[in-house]
């Protein structure tokens, strides 16, 4: 996961009683909760991430000595470093296989089942589709099943069946939300790819798509199968090459196109990566036009919620249309957002795009909208060849609802970005007054006070044992008191001072324990 800033890394305490078993201290959504894992869960967990072919650094096995308080810290320390590299990985920690690691109590359920539940009772009234095999964790989703399918008469033919849980921005009522989901197949657009059935009920959809052979804008940049697993495709590309500079500009103007359609319409999308983008010919059809309605998280909500200036829907896509462009331009994802500085790229129209969405001073004041790309020069030479007109009539109340359902949608992101900038600014503060010139400072400023509190007493005790002299010698005449000896200064608000510091210290320092790992939201 890459962020403005990179997220804490995840924390492993080994205990030295249990030598191989670990306790993970991780967040979900700046929640920490605390599992047991032993040593062979980590090694079960690092076969099954095999199929994505990265070097992981898995600390290797030792059978003899294991039990020396030394091999445990080492240990501890190799554990951290791997948990760290998972964790951080976009793609790794929305995976399906860590996060039952993370929080096997949030993700018990078999949603495989589920969706095979689902779609059994939706053949038992749809009789003329037929089940040709399941295709299996092709998507990033855990609550997404896809089915290879074909129609009884038309057996040659391919489609793909989608199933999906309802996510925790569903907004819409199960009337509307029913509704609206029937009205896709309805839908026609040169950039939006076709869906031959959909339906809904208040627990969950099924849509019904052709299966394409070609497959994704991801599968062409990553030259990938389409029927083979996310990770395996995506995770670790044999060769990293960027498309043709005419195949970023075509590509590039048609999804614009079709955001500025949907933006005018009042659909929220918010839904938009590489991988939800289908190739026809020379063409991009966009996909997933129902997540939004089912209240699905996005791909990138780990990236958008962290800038407050990305507040609305319109501005989530132009972010996300920041990173399907850089992954067209290189072949790879961006390593860190906000991006620093862009490697050569064919155009240095291409850059000035992604400076517009992707610089840090881009993320401060708000995504350009998408009206303003398109009549950026990267874009805006590009002649559009389709003639197909646009067709997706939406009723009046429809529209209304769908308003709202957009303004909630937002409403909860923007509750999401202000916790964590608190829970960032908080952690700045105790990284700040934890670090060791901080420390330093504070130590030095409590000797001063010491010294200079002895000082005052000290003179305080002179003071006092010369007044006593002089009354002793003048019997019960007034003490004396000498211009040159100033009364001692009152020392109240100087303790006061030193407690308030100690207080300070007590405030941000009890509650530093170990870093936890910003894992993507379990709501997925």
């Given amino acids: ?28 959504s700046l929640h920490s909760h605390t599992i047991v894992r032993r040593y062979s869960d980590f090694d079960l967990l690092n076969n099954s991430l095999q199929i994505s072919a990265l070097s992981l650094p898995l600390p290797p096995k030792k059978l003899i000595g294991n039990m020396e308080r030394e091999f445990i810290a080492e240990r501890q320390k190799g554990l951290q470093a791997y948990l760290d590299v998972i964790t951080t990985h976009h793609i790794l920690s929305n995976c399906e296989l860590v996060k039952k690691f993370l929080d096997p109590n949030s993700y018990s359920v078999n949603y495989t089942e589920i969706a095979l539940q689902h779609v059994s009772m939706f053949f038992r009234s749809e009789p003329k589709w037929e089940v040709v095999e399941p295709l299996k964790d092709i998507g990033w989703r855990i609550r997404k099943k896809y089915f ?112 500025k359609f949907l933006h005018e319409k009042g659909f929220p999308y918010g839904h938009l990566h590489s991988a939800n983008v289908m190739l026809d010919g020379d063409t991009c059809k966009l996909l997933d036009l129902e997540n939004s309605l089912l209240g699905l998280p996005s791909f990138y909500r ?114 999401e970005q202000k916790l964590i900038h608190q829970h960032r600014r908080l952690t700045r503060a105790q990284s700040h007054h934890g670090s060791e010139e901080e420390k330093k400072k504070r130590k030095i400023l409590a000797r ?8 005052e007493s000290g003179e305080e005790h002179s003071a006092k044992y010369s007044n006593s002299n002089n009354s002793a010698g003048s019997g019960a005449s007034s003490p004396l008191t000498s211009p040159s000896s100033p009364t001692p200064p009152s020392t109240a608000g100087k303790f006061k001072n030193h407690h308030s510091i100690y207080l300070f210290y007590i405030v941000f320092f009890i509650p530093l324990c170990p870093s936890v790992v910003d894992v993507i939201p379990k709501d997925d």
């Avoid at 890459?2 to 979900?28: H, N, R, W, Y």
């Avoid at 489609?159 to 197949?185: E, F, I, N, T």
């Avoid at 060769?239 to 079709?258: F, S």
């Avoid at 769908?402 to 992101?413: A, D, G, M, N, P």
């Fill in 148 to 259: 290879l399918m074909k129609i009884k008469n038309q057996p040659k033919e391919r489609l793909v069946l989608s199933w999906a849980d309802l996510g925790p921005d569903k907004y819409l009522s199960d009337r509307d939300l029913q509704y609206a989901v029937k009205l896709l197949s309805s839908c026609s657009h040169p950039y939006i790819y076709k869906i031959t059935f959909a339906t809904a009920n208040e627990s969950s959809a099924l849509v019904i798509r052709p299966f394409s052979e070609k497959g994704t804008l991801k599968d062409l940049i990553y030259k990938a199968k389409p029927k083979d697993p996310f990770l395996k495709k995506y995770c670790n590309p044999k060769k990293i090459q960027g498309l043709e500079l005419q195949q970023i500009k075509t590509y590039g103007r048609q999804i614009l196109e079709v955001l």
């Fill in 448 to 455: 001063k006070k010491s010294k200079r509190s002895a000082n």
């Fill in 302 to 415: 780990s990236y958008f919620s962290q800038f407050r200036k990305i507040n609305t829907l319109e501005g989530v896509d132009v972010h996300c249309f920041g990173h399907l462009l850089y992954e067209m331009t290189y072949g790879r994802p961006p390593d860190t957002i906000p991006v620093e500085s862009f490697p050569p790229a064919p155009s240095v129209f291409v850059v000035s795009v992604l400076e517009s969405i992707l610089t840090c001073e881009a993320l401060k004041n708000g995504m350009p909208a998408v009206s303003r790309l398109l009549q950026m020069p990267l874009f805006s030479d590009v002649l559009l060849t389709n003639s197909e007109k646009p067709q997706f009539k939406i009723p009046t109340k429809l529209k209304e609802a769908l308003k709202i359902s957009k303004e909630c949608i937002e409403k909860r992101l923007t509750e």
């Fill in 1 to 28: 996961m890459a962020f403005m800033e990179k997220p804490p890394a995840g924390k492993v305490l080994l205990d030295d009683t249990v030598p191989l078993t670990a306790q993970i201290e991780a967040s979900q």
